[in-house]
């Protein structure tokens, strides 16, 4: 952690900004069925941190949260971005939205802790073609907020 520099993120209509202090400990693509509805998406990139490493700096009073079966997402109340979630199973975990970082902002994490998981049921419109390690539902060890 003693080259990471924190980086920023935002909803898209700039009511609610972040800082993350640490590099992301994983980051997945999840295919599940939850979170391509959640997010209107044929997949949705997580990246995974310890809470504590995740601030918000404005907005706190505009993030939502829908409570799911999976996890407690948050997303701003103005513009509907989704910025993280959170799971009773990880308690002290978050995940946040590369996506929405500033700029050219990377998580950080370690490359080869990037990968697909819940590939099985992905959409029939999807054809996975970078050579990520692929996973039929969570990729050990079981840290992923869906399904």
Same mark, same amino acid.
């Given at each position: 952690m003693t080259d990471f520099q924190p980086i920023y993120g935002r909803c898209e209509c700039g009511a609610v900004r972040f800082r993350v202090d640490a590099p992301a400990q994983e980051m997945y693509h999840c295919h599940c069925s939850r979170c391509r509805r959640l997010h209107g998406t044929l997949f949705a990139t997580f990246a995974y941190i310890q809470r504590e490493h995740l601030v918000i700096e404005q907005g706190s009073e505009n993030l939502a949260t829908y409570d799911s079966p999976a996890a407690h997402w948050h997303f701003c109340r103005t513009c509907g971005c989704h910025?993280?979630?959170?799971?009773d199973r990880k308690p002290g975990g978050a995940w946040y939205m590369p996506a929405t970082l500033d700029g050219d902002a990377t998580p950080g994490h370690p490359k080869e802790t990037e990968k697909h998981i819940f590939a099985s049921s992905k959409s029939p419109c999807e054809t996975i073609t970078d050579n990520l390690p692929q996973y039929d539902e969570y990729? %050990? %060890?079981e840290i992923s907020p869906t399904s």
């Amino acid at each position: 952690m003693t080259d990471f520099q924190p980086i920023y993120g935002r909803c898209e209509c700039g009511a609610v900004r972040f800082r993350v202090d640490a590099p992301a400990q994983e980051m997945y693509h999840c295919h599940c069925s939850r979170c391509r509805r959640l997010h209107g998406t044929l997949f949705a990139t997580f990246a995974y941190i310890q809470r504590e490493h995740l601030v918000i700096e404005q907005g706190s009073e505009n993030l939502a949260t829908y409570d799911s079966p999976a996890a407690h997402w948050h997303f701003c109340r103005t513009c509907g971005c989704h910025l993280l979630a959170e799971s009773d199973r990880k308690p002290g975990g978050a995940w946040y939205m590369p996506a929405t970082l500033d700029g050219d902002a990377t998580p950080g994490h370690p490359k080869e802790t990037e990968k697909h998981i819940f590939a099985s049921s992905k959409s029939p419109c999807e054809t996975i073609t970078d050579n990520l390690p692929q996973y039929d539902e969570y990729a %050990p %060890p079981e840290i992923s907020p869906t399904s």
